[in-house]
Structure formats: C-alpha cells, structure tokens
C-alpha cells in the first residue's frame, strides 16, 4: 500500500516536483550541487533557487496526452436489448395477452 498523502502535511523525502513536470527544464552537472531549474510556465522564465514540494502549474510530463488516449481506448459498442421487467414461465405471456383481450371483447 502507498503512503497516504495529506494536505499541508509535513514533505516527506527530498526529491523536487520539477523533475516530472513538462514545463520544467532541468540541467544537471556531475555535482548535486551543479543543477539548474528552469520554469518554463512562468513568463518570464525564471530559474528555480530551491527544490519545489508544491506548484500550481504542475503537469506530469508521465501523463498520457489526449491522442495517446485516443489510441489506448478500447470501442465499446451496445449490444442488443434485452426486454424489460421479471422474467415469467412458458405460456404465461399468450395467456395475459388472452386474458387482456377477453376484457376488451366483454365493454
């Protein structure tokens, strides 16, 4: 089971949103230290001094666009309808239609 996630709880681990986000341009050197973040969504662009827990403008980059989803769908077509109601014995049908038609033939 995942960890549950609660809002405005304390961040658990270290790792920066920007890493899976589209918007974000990242560059990173042989350092941890030699990382730049660029944020592509904020006009001007700017470079992003700390590691982001939370953003407004987030997209997972992970996340399938609308024609891969398009592709991914499976077609469901309906099938034929099935009649409505209980579902009686053999010859109890031809006998209510008699009986509904023996009511009409006695006014």
């Keep these: 089971m995942g960890k549950p996630y609660i809002k405005g709880g304390t961040p658990i681990g270290s790792d920066s949103l920007c890493r899976t986000c589209s918007y974000a341009h990242i560059m ?8 730049i973040t660029m944020c592509n969504e ?3 662009n700017i470079v992003v001094p700390f590691l982001i ?4 403008s ?3 980059k992970n996340r399938p666009n609308w024609e891969q989803m398009e592709k991914l769908a ?3 077509t309906p099938g034929p309808f099935k ?3 209980f579902k009686v ?3 109890f049908r031809e006998a209510a239609v008699a009986h ?3 009511d009409e033939d006695d006014e």
């Design 28 to 35: 990173t050197g042989y350092r941890e230290s030699e990382m």
């Design 42 to 44: 904020v006009h001007p």
């Design 53 to 56: 827990y939370e953003c407004s």
């Design 58 to 60: 987030y997209y997972d």
């Design 74 to 76: 499976i077609d469901v």
């Design 83 to 85: 009649p409505v109601g």
């Design 89 to 91: 014995g053999i010859g």
């Design 100 to 102: 509904i038609c023996d």
